[in-house]
């Protein structure tokens, strides 16, 4: 390895040693790409014209409004694929191209960084497969849908916990027995160097975004950004370029799920502990020996028990805090949304704007909070009503 | 950084001897507490009556990439058991007193991360262990491991090679590793298969050259063929772990559970994979 993949003590190359090789090819490959103008001008090209970038900068007037400071919405939502996801992805089939791999195989979630490689490999003609937990092939059954639209093949997961760890799991032993042919297109920033930057690498244009959208519109940096974070890949995308900005805040939301104190929930940053799994250190949902536990939230692209090696080292430096939203206050975010600025957010997202909700009150009337909608929500409309119908029929509110 | 001579210790020389003795040396895997402690002192006292020259014990893990379904089964038996790091070094303790064959750990990062490095590699040769290989720790990550091995007598850490490692590579895996050299047949993750992959000879010929511990060959090793076709290209000896496991599960586990059939089985199996590797070491340069 060229680099050491270390964000204070987190991070690193945690992998069997018969990956190191796939691992070192990709980094080199990474570095030069990153160095290569005719590369740089390829993934611009398709992140515009075939994908949509940039995506609009759009301030929210009921949001505002209730928030008590000017709110902005960064609308990766429009971005397509529905997420975020899309400008890894995308990224990462290109350097899968250059390094004369024929297939691409991804873990995934929610599903949409299955939806992502997806489209990437049928735009790019390398074959996909998705290894994706059952329960999420359960709940997400539309993004299953789709993924077999373009051409790839969805590998239902059912060994430990049949969710997100357990999709990494399969996909890293895939891999490990077809690595000569195939390119792991990891979603998030966690996992293995080079993968975290890497990630961060093609997520940043988020936050440059941000930056060069609100400087045009106010001529100032905003006073917070705001993201959820499971494995943390859209907070990092709109953190990185204002993480040098010590006076923006960064604010990272996890899943509360049925609260903290019931421990049923992904908020790994915040109740977790350092450990090792998937390929590097970072926090970790884990018991007093070291066997990791499993996450809830009531949104699958958020239900990991690791988090991000940068994002561990940001919040020991104190540089982003991290704050939580639970599955019912998610649900209620959702839901305000949709009526009051027409919008239909992904469940991810609504974490985000829940969090943002809870701190009406806490701001300057001229503070600007960025709120990174990282997704839409129309592959958690049929999980998403069930919810709220639950809730009507107990007699919530 | 200077490097350190690879370690030799009784592991080491146990190999040796069995070759000295024109044998490979046969090195049964388990995880340690499936699917229960009780059944694993049943399986280690037929491994050794049916000839096993070293153990090698897993710590089962929750989240074990390295490895494929049937010892991913063993690992959830085991956790569902109630095997901890700390029984599991509690059984190593026990077995020790029963026998004086080495003993080698396979394990996971987190596991003794969570112990405390230092105190890990303390606390296992405390308890007899003779070398310790961490799946998710390659040469990058080693330093620590490395460390706390060099802190305690008799305990040294394993590394893995395969057709992929450089000969760059080797050079730095002969500067740290001890006990012996982890020869994977194959590129991929454990489990048994029908052949031992062609070109394993050229492979073992370089690591011999490379690196100055005698290297065992494992993954997809489960039937005496391919006991016979490891040593034909050089090994010196053979791991199998699948191919036991799965026995464990046949008999050790649910309705079928019957321990004097699984210690048969067990012991059957092992001495027909030790039989396999009698007089069929290849002295380097033949």
Redesign the interface.
């Known amino acids: 390895?060229q680099l050491?993949g270390k964000f204070g003590p987190y991070g690193?190359?945690?992998?069997?040693?018969?990956?190191?090789?796939a691992l070192e090819e990709m980094e080199a490959a990474w570095l030069d790409a990153r160095q290569d103008p005719v590369f740089q001008a390829r993934l611009t090209d398709l992140l515009q014209r075939w994908a949509g970038r940039p995506t609009p900068l759009y301030r929210a007037p009921a949001l505002s409004a209730a928030v008590g400071c000017e709110v902005y919405l960064k609308r990766e939502d429009l971005l397509h694929g529905g997420a975020h996801k899309t400008n890894n992805t995308i990224g990462q089939a290109l350097l899968a191209k250059r390094m004369g791999r024929t297939h691409l195989i991804a873990e995934t979630g929610a599903g949409q960084h299955g939806v992502a490689t997806a489209m990437a490999g049928a735009l790019l003609g390398l074959k996909v497969k998705v290894f994706m937990g059952a329960k999420d092939v359960a709940r997400q059954q539309p993004n299953v849908r789709r993924m077999g639209l373009f051409g790839a093949e969805v590998v239902s997961v059912h060994?430990?916990s049949r969710s997100l760890?357990?999709a990494?799991?399969e996909t890293?032993?895939y891999w490990?027995?077809t690595?000569?042919e195939s390119f792991y297109v990891f979603g998030t920033v966690a996992g293995p160097h080079p993968y975290p930057s890497i990630v961060k690498d093609f997520q940043r244009i988020i936050g440059e975004e941000i930056k060069r959208d609100l400087l045009a519109e106010t001529q100032r940096l905003p006073t917070a950004v705001m993201a959820c974070v499971g494995g943390g890949s859209n907070a990092m995308g709109a953190f990185a370029e204002f993480i040098g900005d010590s006076e923006v805040q960064l604010i990272g939301v996890e899943p509360g799920g049925r609260g903290l104190d019931s421990g049923e929930h992904g908020a790994t940053l915040i109740a977790g502990r350092p450990?090792?799994?998937?390929?590097s250190?970072s926090y970790?949902l884990?018991d007093?020996?070291?066997?990791?536990q499993e996450a809830h939230s009531i949104s699958a692209g958020l239900d990991y028990p690791g988090v991000g090696p940068e994002h561990a080292w940001l919040k020991d430096q104190g540089r982003a805090r991290y704050v939580s939203a639970t599955d019912a206050e998610a649900l209620d975010a959702f839901t305000w949304l949709c009526r009051n600025e027409g919008i239909l957010p992904a469940l991810e997202s609504s974490h985000a704007v829940a969090a943002a909700l809870a701190s009406a009150g806490q701001w300057q009337r001229d503070d600007v909070l960025v709120i990174n909608l990282s997704g839409r929500g129309d592959k958690d409309l049929a999980h998403a009503i069930a919810a709220l119908d639950a809730r009507g029929a107990g007699g919530a509110q | 950084m200077t490097p350190t001579p690879p370690l030799a210790n009784h592991l080491t020389e146990t190999i040796r001897a069995c070759n000295a003795a024109g044998d490979g040396a046969f090195m049964p895997f388990i995880v340690i507490g499936d699917p229960d402690l009780a059944t694993s002192h049943v399986v280690v006292d037929a491994l050794v009556a049916g000839g096993a020259d070293v153990l090698e014990f897993g710590f089962p893990f929750s989240d074990p990439p390295a490895d494929g379904p049937v010892i991913q089964a063993a690992d959830l038996r085991a956790l569902a058991a109630g095997t901890t790091p700390a029984r599991c070094l509690q059984f190593i303790a026990e077995v020790r007193a029963r026998h004086d064959h080495p003993i080698a750990l396979l394990l996971y990062y987190n596991l003794v991360l969570q112990h405390g490095v230092d105190r890990f590699f303390a606390d296992a040769a405390a308890a007899g262990v003779n070398a310790v290989l961490v799946a998710d720790v390659p040469l990058e990550e080693a330093g620590p491991a490395r460390d706390a091995a060099a802190k305690v007598a008799g305990i040294c850490n394993v590394f893995i090679a395969s057709e992929l490692s450089t000969d760059a590579r080797l050079a730095q895996v002969a500067a740290v590793a001890g006990g012996f050299l982890y020869a994977v047949s194959r590129v991929g993750i454990t489990g048994e298969q029908r052949d031992v992959a062609a070109g394993l000879g050229a492979q073992l010929a370089r690591f011999r050259a490379a690196v100055p511990l005698p290297t065992l060959v494992g993954f997809g090793i489960s039937q005496p063929s391919h006991v016979a076709a490891a040593m034909a290209a050089g090994a010196d000896g053979v791991i199998s772990g699948s191919a036991v496991v799965r026995r464990i599960a046949d008999h050790g586990v649910g309705t079928g559970r019957d321990l004097d059939t699984l210690r048969d089985a067990i012991h059957t199996f092992t001495a027909q994979m030790k039989a396999a590797t009698r007089g069929a070491w290849l002295p380097p340069d033949i």
């Open positions: 390895m050491d690193g190359c945690f992998v069997s040693e018969l990956l190191i090789p060994s430990g760890k357990d990494i799991n890293l032993r490990t027995e690595v000569a450990g090792c799994v998937h390929g250190i970790l884990q007093e020996v070291g066997q990791v």
